[in-house]
């Protein structure tokens, strides 16, 4: 397929983006919000769906499953991993409570998180510790990191290695940070967690598509990560890795009949995540769809990484120099997600504007996390996918000098 890629021939973003449903009518930079389907997969998406509608019993219980193993074994393929040791979950939320439920913990056990974890995985881990007695020990990462990479990495290890103690029962480390788009140093983290016998749950919800996976390696005891976002897949598909030597603890949120498909190739582990109740498995079964989509672009999903890398730093240096901010992570440690620090002031106006005014979809909150009425510092984070291109970027940077002159702290 892309054995001489003919890199002259990218289509423009312009081309690319009629290949996606977005609305012409905004300025969409936040695929990193929720990802974006493109339509060849959508429509993919439809027609598993009509094999499913045209006679469900026939496909859910008959067909479904071996299709799904295909799926899954071509995501695994691509993530790095064994098909065994995959299974898919909705999304990556998903991934990390059917983790955090399955463990056990007990009142003076400690459980690592960074202050720039995705809420919802914060909230995940409040409810375990609250209800177990357990202490959810807070890492503050380095911000900003500077901007040597090596000497960022290294001040990353140490925040969390800091926090090491003998009770410490979990680490759950980000692979890409949502608020901040740092690549963790993730093999170094799990690594150090290792030889203290730390078992780790990397939430990956950026990661797949974004960077070259290979889970086999990383040291991670779990990994979940998102399809939606990175691959375009559609919404609902993400999936749980779990090291085999830890896969015994780990079942579904839902235990379903999948209870009573066991066969004898297969693990407890598999049986139970084959069926959780009835569901439309459409979106995983179009996950292959999407791999091949961009697969299929000049220089596959290397270019697609490549280009996106250097569109984000492009439009990344545009907007710090036309808003005076300094780049708050090193360049090698961002994939095609970054941010970028605004003048303090109060989230919710300024983000009002831009999408009443000026229809751009772009993130803008308080950091640390607060109310968006409340005023301080504040965050924008850029998102760099291939229907993007700098004119929008450029757009983005003259609306908020607009906002941002007309009254600073707004
Ligand atoms: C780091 C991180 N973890 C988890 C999630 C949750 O993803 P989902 O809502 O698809 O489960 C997100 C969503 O943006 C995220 O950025």
């Not at 991993?81 to 909705?90: G, I, K, M, N, Q």
């Not at 740092?182 to 990661?207: Q, S, T, Y």
Request: glycine share 6%.
């Amino acid at each position: 397929m892309n054995d001489s890629p003919d890199l002259q021939n990218w289509p423009g973003a312009g081309e690319l983006r009629r290949l996606w449903m977005l609305d012409p009518q905004w300025t969409y930079l936040n695929h990193g919000g929720f990802g974006a389907c493109p339509r060849p997969v959508l429509e993919v998406q439809r027609q598993w769906q009509d094999r499913l509608e045209s006679q469900p019993i026939n496909f859910l219980a008959r067909q479904a499953e071996a299709e799904l193993l295909r799926a899954r074994s071509e995501l695994a393929d691509f993530v790095g991993a064994d098909a065994d040791d995959l299974v898919f979950v909705t999304n990556a939320t998903m991934g990390v409570n059917t983790v955090l439920r399955c463990l056990s913990f007990s009142p003076g056990d400690e459980i690592i998180i960074a202050d720039h974890a995705y809420p919802a995985v914060t909230n995940g881990l409040r409810y375990v510790t609250e209800r177990s007695g357990a202490k959810m020990v807070n890492v503050q990462l380095p911000w900003p990191l500077g901007e040597d990479a090596e000497q960022a990495q290294e001040k990353l290890v140490a925040a969390f290695t800091g926090k090491f103690t003998t009770r410490t029962r979990l680490l759950v480390l980000d692979h890409i940070t949502s608020p901040s788009g740092i690549i963790m140093p993730v093999e170094k983290i799990c690594a150090a967690a290792r030889e203290k016998g730390i078992p780790v749950l990397v939430d990956g919800a950026h990661a797949p598509g974004m960077l070259k996976l290979n889970l086999k390696t990383l040291g991670a005891t779990y990994y979940t990560g998102n399809c939606h976002k990175w691959i375009c897949s559609p919404k609902g598909a993400g999936f749980l890795w779990v090291d085999p030597r830890a896969q015994e603890n780990i079942v579904p949120l839902s235990l379903s009949l999948g209870w009573m498909l066991k066969n004898e190739e297969e693990s407890w582990y598999q049986t139970l995540f084959k069926y959780t109740g009835t569901w439309d498995p459409s979106p995983e079964l179009s996950v292959p769809a999407a791999l091949d989509f961009f697969r299929e672009l000049p220089g596959g999903w290397e270019e697609v990484r490549r280009r996106n890398h250097e569109l984000l730093l492009q439009a990344r240096a545009l907007l710090c120099e036309e808003l005076n901010a300094s780049p708050p992570v090193p360049a090698e440690l961002l994939g095609s997600l970054a941010t970028i620090p605004l003048p303090d002031g109060p989230v919710a106006p300024l983000e009002e504007r831009l999408v009443n005014e000026f229809r751009i979809e772009v993130p803008v909150f308080g950091w640390p996390f607060r109310k968006r009425e409340i005023p301080g510092p504040r965050l924008l984070r850029l998102s760099a996918q291939v229907y993007n291109d700098m004119d929008q970027y450029a757009y983005l940077a003259s609306c908020l000098k607009k906002c941002l002159a007309a009254s600073p702290a707004d």
